[in-house]
C-alpha cells in the first residue's frame, strides 16, 4: 500500500505540476519546503547536520537559515523536474548557463570520452536535459533502483524522455556499457558524492573521511576517457549555474588502487568546492560521513532522494 501511494504521489506530482504556470510553481515550491523546514523532521535535521561540516563556524542561527534555503532549493529542484517534460527546448537552452565549458567540448571534440562527474548540487536533471538539448549530445547515465518497481519505471522513463541512457545502478553491467560508451567516444554522467555500495573509496570531506564511488577514476583509468568534475548552483534568477572544472590527471605512477584513491580525492575537493561556495543547494538529505553513520548497518537513507544518478 505504501509503495502503491508513493508511485501515486509522484504520478500526481509530474501530471499537476507541470500544467502550472511558473511563478505559481515556484511559489508552491517555496510553501511545501518553509512547511517541511519547520516540522524539524529526519530530512531536515540530517541536512542541518551535514551543513554543520560544511560550515563549522556557523552559529544555531545561521544553520537554521542555510537549511531553510537548503529546503527551498531541494523544492526548486523537484518543481523544476516535475516540469521539465513540458519544458520548450528553447526554455531549456535559456535555463542554464556554464561557465568554462571548454572543458567539456574540447573533451568531447578528441573523441577520447568524456566522463562528467557531479554532487547532489542544483539540478542535475536539468543540466543533463541542457546537454542533450542545448549542445545536441546523448549522454549515459545510472540510477539506483527504486522500491516500487513502477517508480523506478517512471524515473527511467522521464529521463529517457529528457535524452539521457539510463542503466540500472545494480548489477555489474552497467560498468561495462559505461566503459564501451567512452571507447567510442561517448559521453557518460555520474552523480558521485555518495557511495551508495558501502565499498567506495575513503576521502577527506570537509575535514573528516567520507565514501565516495571509484567508478568514474576507475573508468578514466581503464577507457582514458576525461574525467570532468562539474558543480551546479542557484541565484536569484531562473537561470541556474554551472562550473566545468579542469579535468583530473590518471597518475603516473601506482597502483590501480592508488591512482583511484588519489583521483577520487581531487573529486572531492573539486565538490568541495562547490558546496562552500553554495551550501544551500547541496541537497544532500543523508548521512554521508562515515563518523555519522552505523557500521553494522552501512549508509543510511535519511530522507532519502529517488533516482539519484551514481556509480558502480
Known amino acids: 500500500m505504501k509503495d502503491r501511494l508513493t508511485d501515486a504521489l509522484y504520478g500526481a506530482a509530474w501530471s499537476t505540476v507541470k500544467k502550472l504556470p511558473e511563478p505559481v510553481a515556484v511559489r508552491l515550491g517555496r510553501t511545501i519546503a518553509d512547511a517541511v523546514w519547520k516540522r524539524r523532521g529526519k530530512g531536515v535535521l540530517r541536512l542541518e547536520a551535514n551543513y554543520a561540516r560544511v560550515v563549522p563556524d556557523a552559529s544555531p542561527e545561521r544553520l537554521a537559515e542555510l537549511s531553510r534555503a537548503g529546503m527551498r532549493s531541494y523544492l526548486r529542484y523537484w518543481m523544476e523536474s516535475f516540469r521539465l517534460p513540458s519544458w520548450s527546448k528553447e526554455r531549456i537552452k535559456a535555463g542554464v548557463d556554464i561557465k568554462d565549458l571548454h572543458h567539456l567540448t574540447d573533451g568531447l571534440a578528441s573523441d577520447k570520452g568524456v566522463i562528467l562527474a557531479l554532487p547532489h548540487l542544483g539540478n542535475w536533471d536539468l543540466a543533463?536535459?541542457?546537454?542533450?538539448?542545448?549542445?545536441?549530445?546523448?549522454?549515459?547515465?545510472?540510477?539506483?533502483?527504486?522500491?516500487?518497481?513502477?517508480?523506478?519505471?517512471?524515473?527511467?522513463?522521464?529521463?529517457?524522455?529528457l535524452g539521457m541512457e539510463v542503466l540500472p545502478h545494480e548489477g555489474g553491467s552497467a560498468f561495462g556499457t559505461l566503459a564501451r560508451r567512452l571507447r567510442a567516444g561517448g559521453l557518460i554522467c555520474l552523480v558521485a558524492d555518495r557511495d551508495l555500495s558501502a565499498s567506495g573509496v575513503e576521502v577527506k570531506f570537509f575535514g573528516d573521511t567520507a565514501r565516495m564511488p571509484a567508478g568514474p577514476a576507475i573508468l578514466a583509468q581503464q577507457t582514458g576517457a576525461l574525467l570532468l568534475p562539474v558543480t551546479l548552483w542557484y541565484d536569484e534568477s531562473?537561470?541556474?549555474?554551472?562550473?566545468?572544472?579542469?579535468?583530473?590527471?590518471?597518475?603516473?605512477?601506482?597502483?590501480?588502487?592508488?591512482?583511484?584513491?588519489?583521483?577520487?580525492?581531487?573529486?572531492?575537493?573539486?565538490?568541495?568546492?562547490?558546496?562552500?561556495?553554495h551550501p544551500e543547494d547541496w541537497h544532500m538529505l543523508q548521512r554521508l560521513w562515515l563518523a555519522d553513520l552505523d557500521p553494522a548497518k552501512g549508509p543510511a537513507d535519511g530522507s532519502g532522494h529517488p533516482a539519484e544518478g551514481t556509480t558502480p
Open 128 to 161: 543533463g536535459a541542457w546537454v542533450t538539448t542545448k549542445l545536441e549530445t546523448p549522454f549515459t547515465t545510472v540510477a539506483e533502483r527504486l522500491k516500487p518497481e513502477t517508480l523506478y519505471d517512471r524515473f527511467v522513463a522521464y529521463r529517457e524522455g
Open 238 to 277: 531562473p537561470v541556474m549555474k554551472g562550473r566545468v572544472h579542469a579535468p583530473l590527471d590518471v597518475p603516473e605512477t601506482g597502483t590501480r588502487t592508488e591512482k583511484t584513491s588519489v583521483m577520487t580525492q581531487a573529486l572531492a575537493d573539486a565538490f568541495a568546492t562547490g558546496i562552500a561556495d
